[in-house]
C-alpha cells in the first residue's frame, strides 16, 4: 500500500502543510486545497483591498449581498461568538487597527523591524481609546437574501474563525478529490478528513506551528477530528513602544492579559476547536472549568511552561516528534 504522501507551502500569511495518506494523491489534493485556499484568500482577507470583506467593512452601515462562502465564515464566526460568551468575537477588526495589526503579518513584521532600527521614529499620535468592542450582536444577517448589515466603523476580522474554517473545507475537499486519508493544518489549525493512517495522525504539541517537527515535544495521535492551538507567542508586535499580541479581549479591546502562553483544543470541527482554544486564552483562569463543562480535550501551557491537560486530554505517546 502507498505510504502518506506531504507537501507545505504559505498561505493566509501563514504555513501550510497537506498530508494525505496515500501518496499517489497528493499533487491533486494540493491542487484543490491551494485553489480552495486562495478563494478564501479573495472573500475573507481583511489585508486585501479587493476582498469582500474589506468592500463589506468598508459599506457605512449599509446590507451587502456577499457569497455564500463569505456569509458561512460570517455565520461561524457569530456561532462562535456566542458559544464561547462572547470572548471570541469577530468585531475586532477596528480594534486590531488601532494597535497595528494592519496588514498582512509577515509585511507587518518586516516593518516593525525597520521601525526598530529608526531611533528617532515618532511614536504613534496619542488620543487613541480602547474598550469593549462592539459586539457580534450588532451584526445582521439575512439567510434569504443572502446580505450582512453592520453598524457604520464597524470592523470584522476573520483571522482566527475563518482560518479554521479554511482547514475544515480544505480537508473535505481533498477527501472528495481523492478518497484517502486527508489532514490539513493552517498555521496550527488542524482538520482531518478521510480515514487515518495506522495509528492515527500523530500531532506535536508546539507554542508555534513552525517549529521542526523532528524537535522533541509532546506528540498525540488522532483518529479524526480536529485541533487547534492559540498562543500568544506568536503574532507579536511593537506599537507605540508597547508589545502587542493578536488574541484580543473583546472586553477591554486589548490584547488579552492570560496566565495562558497556549492553549490546544481538539473538536469535531476546526472552527470549533479555534474557537475554544482562543476562548481559552481570553478566559484566562476561567478557562479550565469553562473546557471541562464544555467537555473539549484541551493542553494549556501557563506562562513558566507548566502544563495542564483537561478533560481527558492525554498524556504524550512520546517525547520526540
Known amino acids: 500500500m502507498p505510504s502518506t504522501g506531504s507537501a507545505s507551502w504559505e498561505a493566509l500569511g501563514t504555513q501550510v502543510r497537506l498530508l494525505v495518506t496515500n501518496r499517489n494523491e497528493i499533487e491533486p489534493a494540493a491542487t484543490v486545497v491551494w ?3 486562495d478563494e478564501v484568500d479573495r472573500t475573507c482577507s481583511r489585508f486585501r483591498a479587493d476582498s469582500e470583506l474589506t468592500a463589506l467593512n468598508e459599506a457605512g452601515g449599509r446590507p451587502v449581498a456577499v457569497s455564500q ?7 461561524g ?14 468585531t475586532i477588526g477596528f480594534t486590531l487597527q488601532l494597535l497595528g495589526y494592519d496588514r ?35 451584526i445582521e444577517l ?15 476580522d476573520l483571522g482566527s474563525t475563518g482560518k479554521a474554517l479554511a482547514s475544515d473545507l480544505s480537508a473535505a475537499a481533498a477527501y472528495d478529490a481523492t478518497g484517502c486519508g486527508v489532514l490539513v493544518s493552517l498555521g496550527g489549525d488542524i482538520a482531518t478528513a478521510g480515514d487515518p493512517p495506522r495509528g492515527g495522525w500523530r500531532i506535536r504539541s508546539s507554542d508555534d506551528s513552525r517549529t521542526d517537527p523532528r524537535l522533541p515535544g509532546e506528540v498525540i495521535a488522532i483518529h479524526g477530528g480536529a485541533i487547534a492551538t492559540s498562543s500568544t507567542t506568536v503574532r507579536r508586535w511593537t506599537s507605540g513602544g508597547v508589545e502587542r499580541h493578536h488574541i484580543i479581549d ?21 472552527v470549533d476547536a ?8 481570553v478566559l484566562g483562569n476561567r478557562a479550565v472549568d469553562w473546557l471541562r463543562a464544555a467537555e473539549l480535550p484541551a493542553r494549556l ?18 517525547e520526540a516528534a
Not at 464566526?77 to 469577530?90: E, K, S
Not at 479555534?274 to 486564552?281: F, K, L, M, Q, R
Not at 501557563?302 to 491537560?309: I, L
Open 69 to 75: 462562502l463569505l456569509f458561512d465564515a460570517i455565520e
Open 35 to 37: 485553489g480552495l485556499l
Open 274 to 281: 479555534n474557537a475554544a482554544s482562543t476562548a481559552a486564552i
Open 142 to 156: 439575512d439567510p434569504i437574501r443572502r446580505t450582512v448589515r453592520m453598524p457604520a466603523r464597524v470592523s470584522l
Open 250 to 270: 473583546p472586553t477591554t479591546g486589548l490584547p488579552a492579559n492570560s496566565p495562558w502562553r497556549t492553549a490546544t483544543v481538539a473538536a469535531a470541527t476546526c
Open 301 to 318: 501551557v501557563h506562562r513558566d511552561g507548566t502544563v495542564v491537560r483537561v478533560a481527558g486530554w492525554p498524556e504524550p505517546l512520546s
Open 77 to 90: 464566526a457569530i456561532r462562535a461568538a456566542r458559544a464561547t460568551g462572547g470572548a471570541v468575537d469577530p
Open 104 to 138: 498582512d503579518f509577515a509585511a507587518l513584521a518586516a516593518l516593525a523591524a525597520l521601525a526598530a532600527l529608526a531611533a528617532d521614529a515618532p511614536a504613534p499620535a496619542g488620543g487613541l481609546v480602547f474598550g469593549r468592542v462592539p459586539g457580534w450582536q450588532t
